[in-house]
């Protein structure tokens, strides 16, 4: 009938492809993993300056990273998002913040996470 084939994926994320022939010999062959494309945003440029939009203030909600000039937390937004609410839902809600607010957020969070990776492993 031909030549059988089944994915057999290896520690460190390593996948190669059995191949079994009729009389039963396995060979491995390394397949090539496709390259991300790198995607480049409109708004990056303010979607990567988060810092004057999050600000950490011992004296505000205990030091956490709030939204410049309110009250609320990048946890709070990063929260409300979670549970299914929409960008558009939020602003009704808090009128205080902006989509540019909200990106921010975001981006705080992408960034903090780009660095716990890191540290961990180090």
Known sequence: ????????????GDCRRD?????????HIRLDRPRLKVLSLPNMATIQNYHERVVLDPEVRFGKPV????????GDVLGYLAVGMTE????????QLTRDD???C??????RERRSVGLSAT
């Not at 191949?19 to 060979?27: I, L």
């Not at 558009?88 to 009128?95: Q, V």
């Not at 975001?106 to 960034?111: F, R, S």
Request: glycine content about 8%; charged content about 35%; hydrophobic content about 40%.
């Open 19 to 27: 191949v079994g022939t009729r009389d039963s010999a396995r060979r």
């Open 88 to 95: 558009e839902e939020l602003l009704a809600d808090f009128p």
């Open 102 to 104: 909200v990106r921010a």
């Open 1 to 12: 009938m031909g030549e059988a084939e089944r994915d057999v994926p290896r520690r460190g």
């Open 106 to 111: 975001l981006a705080y969070a992408a960034d």
């Open 67 to 74: 939204v410049r000039g309110t009250r609320i937390t990048v």
